[in-house]
């Protein structure tokens, strides 16, 4: 079964609104979260990374006024889109890492497909 | 030169042969390595992960692990056509908080 569930699966907007994504480790506490976007075709792009309770660190290039990240808790993460733009449509996912079982592991959600009209 | 490396392909092979996927990676700190599938449109999928040196085998998925050479594989024996797929290698570093991801190695199976 899932081990990281993210929701919304897919979320069509209108351009200027926020967007909220949660990402929620199910059998584990997750350390550290990812979020990644990827465009068609492409490779997953690190957005952000995030340690539960602290400031998330952001990659360079990427807005952290316009993807506001909160990990207020070991099993939750949240992604907010602020004033989502057409430019903004992408595949987001989250991954999250920490110890299953013995071993440190890490795995991805199903991922948020928005779409910014 | 990028910290995980893997050969973009396309890799194609034939229903039923072996499947070889490579990686090698810079940062002789990392410790744990891992595979993932991605289909198109999906998210990426855990098929295995690998920690110390050797051979680990699940099913149809061989995954192996050089320290020394900084070399991780992954061999699919019996290849199927829903292998086809994008396969990310990742290396994990505990004490660094960093997991680096490979641009992935698209497979191709063949009926």
């Known amino acids: 079964g899932a081990v990281v569930s993210q929701h919304p699966s897919r979320v069509i907007c209108k351009s200027g609104t926020s967007v909220k994504i949660e990402c929620r480790s199910l059998d584990f506490q997750a350390t550290t979260m990812f979020w990644y976007r990827q465009f068609p075709k492409q490779s997953l792009m690190l957005m952000a990374t995030?340690?539960?309770?602290?400031?998330?660190?952001?990659e360079q290039g990427v807005e952290k006024d316009k993807f506001l990240i909160n990990h207020a808790s070991l099993t939750l993460s949240t992604l907010t889109v602020t004033s989502a733009h057409p430019e903004d449509s992408s595949f987001y996912i989250c991954?999250?890492?920490?110890?299953?079982?013995?071993?440190?592991?890490?795995?991805f959600g199903p991922g948020t497909r928005l779409l910014v009209l | 030169q990028k910290e995980v490396e893997q050969n973009s392909g396309p890799l194609s092979v034939p229903e039923g042969a072996i499947a070889s996927l490579n990686c090698t990676y810079s940062?002789?700190?990392?410790?744990?390595f891992f595979w993932y599938r991605q289909y198109s449109g999906k998210s990426p999928e855990l098929i295995m992960s690998i920690y110390s040196n050797g051979d680990k085998e699940d099913g149809r998925f061989t995954a192996q692990l050089n320290k020394a050479s900084q070399y991780v594989s992954l061999l699919i024996r019996d290849s199927q056509p829903s292998d086809s797929a994008t396969y990310l290698c990742a290396a994990l570093a505990t004490n660094a908080g960093k997991s680096t991801f490979g641009d992935g190695t698209t497979l191709t199976v063949k009926p």
């Open positions: 995030s340690n539960e309770g602290s400031k998330a660190t952001y």
């Open positions: 991954s999250a890492r920490g110890l299953r079982g013995a071993q440190e592991t890490q795995y």
């Open positions: 940062d002789r700190v990392s410790q744990s």
